[in-house]
């Protein structure tokens, strides 16, 4: 069993920046691949990043490839996604989420853990 916590998101400039963290519980977060998440109102949820258990191997959507990046602490159990040069079509509802399954499928992951979600809000 997995717990996760995200935090740090808020209301922005475009052009700024915000930096979202997820705390999670249990013994094993090592083993697990992380991902962030997004849903925009109206939208359907969509993949934005994903780190390997190791931290060694990214991936990050087109839409946030260079602005965005992901990394993670296994010794402190926490994932951070930092977004740079936000737009106002980066607000959405983010969300962390763990899975048994690749980094690199992320965009297919089905079921696993999932935080609550933090807002984030970029005015224009």
């Known amino acids: 069993q997995v717990q996760l916590v995200e935090s740090g998101g808020g209301l922005v400039q475009a052009g700024g920046s915000l930096r979202l963290s997820c705390a999670a519980s249990?013994?094993?977060?090592?083993?697990?691949?992380m991902g962030w998440f997004r849903q925009a109102p109206g939208k359907e949820r969509e993949f934005a990043a994903a780190i390997s258990g190791s931290g060694f191997s990214t991936y990050y959507a087109d839409s946030v490839k260079g602005r965005f990046t992901i990394s993670r602490d296994n010794a402190k159990n926490t994932v951070t996604l930092q977004m740079n040069s936000l737009k106002p079509e980066d607000t959405a509802v983010y969300y962390c989420?763990?899975?048994?399954?690749?980094?690199?499928?992320?965009?297919?992951?089905?079921?696993?853990?999932w935080g609550q979600g933090t807002q984030v809000t970029v005015s224009s």
């Open positions: 989420a763990a899975s048994a399954s690749s980094a690199g499928s992320a965009r297919n992951w089905i079921g696993g853990y």
């Open positions: 249990g013994r094993t977060f090592s083993s697990y691949a």
